[in-house]
């Protein structure tokens, strides 16, 4: 569904990253997993349309999208979520959602959308008139999350959705990601929590300084020793 080829991408002229490759199937979760400042959001930023690569290609369902403006690649079906939990603090849950479905013409897929998120996530139908700014944490990432989906993509990018929560309120968005898998929407997840991301993904890659440094089955990634030691502090 999404395959990116010896990508390059940079700010001015300084690389981030380096001949970076990888696949992600339909249906699958797949997780680009490393240390802080590895160049994880970048990647993701270059496949939304956000950062112009300066070589390489990116296919979306086998066509390219190298260079293609953000607001067009949304339009084809691929939605990103940044990291940082961006709400719009001082609108309803229900008006945050609606901006979520800018790209959709019609009123009536808006509403049909909305009924979506609602059944899968009950506690914002609840909470549709509560400002945004007064959810927790937890509840803002499922927000956002969520507004990203009111466009009905079939690609999902999230990013980073676990930065700055405590432990509880993790569990609570990766339940979120659970219910996403669950829609069989195909998903590809960045994150510094390298164990959670792995345990709810097929595939994972490690991303070392700009470039890809081991690649595999979640499973056999849990249990690389060179992981192990690095990001889970196992000797």
């Known amino acids: ?21 990888l696949e992600v199937e339909e249906g699958e ?29 990116i296919l979306f369902k086998g066509e390219s999208i190298t260079g293609v403006p953000a607001h067009k690649v949304v ?20 008006e945050n959602l609606e901006l979520g479905a800018y790209t959709v013409n019609k009123d009536s897929e808006v509403k049909e959308n909305m009924e979506w998120i609602f059944e899968m996530f009950p506690r914002l139908k609840e909470r549709q008139k509560q400002l945004a700014g007064t959810f927790s944490g937890g509840e803002q990432q499922m927000l956002v999350i969520s507004r990203a989906l009111m466009s009905k993509p079939s690609f ?37 929590n390298v164990l959670k991301s792995l345990e709810v993904s097929r595939r994972g890659y490690v991303l070392d300084n700009g470039r890809i440094s081991i690649q ?12 192990k030691r690095v990001y889970f502090g196992i000797d």
Do not use: C, H
């Open 1 to 21: 569904m999404l395959e990116v080829k010896n990508l390059n991408v940079g700010y001015g002229e300084i690389r981030v990253i380096w001949d970076v490759s």
């Open 29 to 57: 979760t797949v997780a680009l997993v490393g240390a802080n400042g590895a160049g994880k959001s970048t990647i993701l930023k270059a496949v939304s349309g956000a950062l112009k690569p300066t070589s390489g290609e």
């Open 75 to 94: 339009g084809k079906g691929l939605a990103y979520v940044p990291e940082g939990r961006r709400v719009f603090p001082y609108m309803t849950v229900r």
């Open 156 to 192: 999902l990018m999230i990013d980073e959705p676990s930065l700055g929560l405590q432990p509880s309120i993790v569990d609570l968005v990766y339940e979120t990601i659970t219910t996403l898998q669950e829609q069989k929407i195909t998903i590809l997840l960045v994150e510094q």
């Open 216 to 227: 595999g089955s979640s499973e056999k990634l849990i249990n690389n020793e060179d992981i």
